[in-house]
């Protein structure tokens, strides 16, 4: 499976074609086969209970109003509400507002909103650079009052943040109960009508152009890279799931599979020594099991750490279960380097007339670890039963995002096999680009049941949906899904 044996992508017309001039006539790029727009990344539903989740809930959906006046006396308005976020940073993402009397560009980001204004600073927000991009921030009590105090917000980069005040006794006493997390597109409507075999066709398409995106993203790596020090970073990327992935690419890249094949007995040692994973409050708390596990790690980080001072991956332990706590994700990439060629080896077999996606799932689901195949975190109790290192779904996750990418230019049989792939639960975001695309069928489910069909809504919400700032207005895919 060396890069020179690849065919080109883009140069196949392919299922991927209809999708790739519906793209050309919308943005105009030549042929439509620019590097396609992926991003993963986000609950769907949330019973809200009072306090700042109803208030929360109330903006999300409209109760405040759009037209606002900030702290300074400047006038905004709210193009887009955004994503609700319902993990770690602002609350909702992906906003556009407009800020002053309509003669300026509308401003991407994050909204941030508190019960009271010095929230910002007391939850550590203007320190914490997941909230850099905010653009608007929201708060209700000012306790400052009639003293005449004001509390400024500035993000880490010390910019300040526009602050709206709310006012509560304008809603109604109604609160909306469940919210949604998107709301239904224009393209909605086309989407209505239009049979299934057609949305179908048009998924198809869309998975396709966005599978072969991937693989010459992939390919691309390899060539600056080398074939396996891609595999290496595409695999450290997908066992960071989708709040940890920039710091396990990070990681793979600091600390080269070459160079831990070099010094396998190492390998272990260094990577939890660079993640940050050996301070000395963890052997304190850590049982004797633990200790001796970790003495281990600790003979191998203390020649090289002078190497590594200084660097911070940027963790996020929050909102993941503990199965996939930071910690087991990198056992499993050592667990990887010390297994690579064994686990690469199926990958390079991909040109046979037969992808045996079985015996690869087989092979990644036999990665395992004396102290890891029983312990969530180096300072948590043994478990109750073993655990996977790499479970089913992330296994499917690995099947969708770098073996087939890479095995259907070779095999075009496997593409089959990639449309068999049943969906994830884990795909929160597919599910609100289902209900901004599809949310006024009944039959709207039945869209995400396999991989493909996620991987397509993706698409289609990465290229129409992020990059409009018109909350619809001024998108194109709506007139174009009526020529599909």
């Known amino acids: 499976m060396t890069s020179g044996t690849y065919h080109d992508a883009a140069e196949s017309a392919g299922a991927a074609g209809a999708y790739r001039q519906l793209r050309a006539e919308v943005f105009g790029d ?19 209970p009072p306090s700042e989740l109803e208030l929360q809930s109330r903006w999300f959906a409209g109760d405040f109003g759009r037209e606002f006046v900030t702290t300074c006396g400047q006038p905004v308005r709210i193009v887009q509400f955004g994503h609700w976020n319902h993990s770690a940073g602002p609350d909702f993402t992906d906003a556009v507002i407009m800020l002053g009397n309509g003669d300026s560009e509308p401003v991407r980001g994050s909204i941030e909103l508190d019960t009271n ?22 708060f209700v009590d000012h306790p400052g009052g009639d003293r005449g105090e004001q509390f400024f917000t500035r993000t880490a980069d010390h910019i300040q ?30 989407l209505e009508h239009m049979p299934a075999p057609r949305i179908d066709d048009l998924l198809t398409s869309a998975a396709r152009f966005r599978l072969e995106a991937k693989g ?21 990327e997908a066992f960071g799931y989708r709040r940890n992935r920039l710091p396990m690419t990070v990681l793979a890249q ?20 660079l993640a940050g994973f050996l301070e000395t409050r963890v052997f304190e708390d850590a049982s004797d099991e633990t200790r001796n596990y970790l003495r281990g790690l600790w003979e191998t980080w203390w020649k090289h750490r002078a190497e590594f001072q200084g660097i911070d991956l940027g963790w996020r332990f929050s909102g993941s279960r ?9 056992a499993a990439l050592g667990c990887l380097a010390r297994e690579s060629q064994r686990v690469f080896r199926h990958l390079r077999e991909s040109a046979a007339p037969t992808f045996d996606r079985k015996a690869f799932v087989k092979v990644l689901g036999s ?28 296994c499917k996750e690995i099947l969708a995002n770098i073996a087939y ?7 075009a049989p496997a593409w089959d096999g990639y449309c068999a792939l049943r969906g994830t639960l884990e795909n929160e975001k597919s599910r609100r680009a289902l209900i901004r695309l599809m949310g006024r069928r009944p039959d709207a489910a039945k869209f995400t049941r396999f991989v493909y069909q996620q991987q397509a809504l993706l698409q289609i919400y990465d290229d129409f949906c992020m990059e409009d700032e018109s909350d619809c207005e001024d998108c194109l895919f709506p007139e174009q899904l009526r020529t599909w």
């Open 30 to 48: 030549g042929d439509g086969d620019g590097d396609a727009r992926l991003r993963e990344e986000g609950e769907f539903f949330l019973s809200l």
């Open 254 to 273: 600091r600390l080269p599979l070459s160079g831990l094949r070099a010094n396998p007995e190492a390998a272990e040692g260094l990577l939890f020594g």
């Open 216 to 236: 010459r993203r992939l390919r691309r790596i390899a060539e600056i890279h080398g074939e396996s020090e891609m595999l290496y970073q595409a695999f450290a």
């Open 367 to 394: 990665l395992g670890h004396s102290y890891w195949d029983n312990h969530y975190t180096l300072t948590s109790n043994q478990a109750a039963k073993p655990m996977a290192l790499v479970g089913g779904t992330r």
């Open 322 to 330: 503990p199965v996939n706590h930071p910690q087991r994700r990198v």
């Open 117 to 138: 204004v010095r929230d910002w600073e007391h939850h550590g927000h203007g320190e914490n650079l997941a909230y850099r991009n905010v653009v608007l921030h929201l």
């Open 161 to 190: 943040v526009p602050q709206v005040q709310l006012d509560p006794s304008t809603l109604s006493a109604k609160p909306s109960g469940l919210v949604p997390e998107a709301r239904n597109g224009r393209c909605s409507a086309p």
């Open 405 to 411: 990418p890479l095995v259907v230019p070779l095999n």
